[in-house]
T-cell receptor
Framework: GAVVSQHPSRVICKSGTSVKIECRSL??????MFWYRQFPKQSLMLMAT?????????EQGVEKDKFLINHASLTLSTLTVTSAHPEDSSFYIC??????????????FGPGTRLTVT | AQKVTQAQTEISVVEKEDVTLDCVYETRDTTYYLFWYKQPPSGELVFLIR??????QNEISGRYSWNFQKSTSSFNFTITASQVVDSAVYFCALSDYNNNDMRFGAGTRLTVKP
């Protein structure tokens, strides 16, 4: 299957700072990327969907000014957690999908980034 | 709205036992996809299966098997002769036919004891 990477795999930052997480599709062009958040012992919750070259669509309850998503190329999407607070500590997982429209393509998941805000 | 229910929060079995993980879903779509993923302690999701709503055939892959029953909106997962390495959290998920809007169940934590 296709490979999706995330960087960093773990990050610790101080409260009030911003942190950027990268999601890359390594061997395919991802027209759509998805960002999920998973709190400890909970399920994955979709945060936002981003299509290359356009603004991300955020799920209800997700602050778009706090979680900035950029999908500037077909192989890279970034999630920036701005002014992070301890409650933002979570496991962030991205997925990437090529194609779209009427044709259904697989979502491939990255390995996740564990963010700890102190 | 799409919804996935995994009623079993935790299951503990002894090695070599068979175990079935339940998944019930709700959707208004007539076409959709169902998935199972395994999440070991490392956190990385491991894809196990994708099934489209048109295909109700049961599937077997080694010790794994899946039972898709559209009439009861269920997509259950059975591990035969469980092994310690099967210990993980298992998620059932549902997406629309364009593979957007993927919704995950709460997950079932399976512990297989030696």
């Amino acid at each position: 299957g296709a490979v999706v990477s995330q960087h960093p795999s773990r990050v610790i930052c101080k409260s009030g700072t911003s942190v950027k997480i990268e999601c890359r599709s390594l061997d395919f062009q991802a027209t759509t990327m998805f960002w999920y958040r998973q709190f400890p012992k909970q399920s994955l919750m979709l945060m936002a969907t981003s299509n290359e070259g356009s603004k991300a669509t955020y799920e209800q309850g997700v602050e778009k000014d706090k979680f900035l998503i950029n999908h500037a190329s077909l192989t890279l999407s970034t999630l920036t957690v701005t002014s992070a607070h301890p409650e933002d500590s979570s496991f962030y997982i991205c997925s990437a999908r090529e194609g779209g429209g009427l044709i259904s393509y697989e979502q491939y998941f990255g390995p996740g980034t564990r963010l700890t805000v102190t | 709205a799409q919804k996935v229910t995994q009623a079993q929060t935790e299951i503990s079995v002894v090695e070599k036992e068979d175990v079935t993980l339940d998944c019930v879903y709700e959707t208004r779509d007539t076409t959709y996809y169902l998935f199972w993923y395994k999440q070991p302690p490392s956190g990385e999701l491991v894809f196990l299966i994708r099934r489209n709503s048109f295909d109700e055939q049961n599937e077997i892959s080694g010790r794994y098997s899946w039972n898709f029953q559209k009439s009861t909106s269920s997509f259950n997962f059975t591990i035969t002769a469980s092994q310690v390495v099967d210990s993980a959290v298992y998620f059932c998920a549902l997406s629309d036919y364009n593979n957007n809007d993927m919704r995950f169940g709460a997950g079932t934590r399976l512990t297989v004891k030696p």
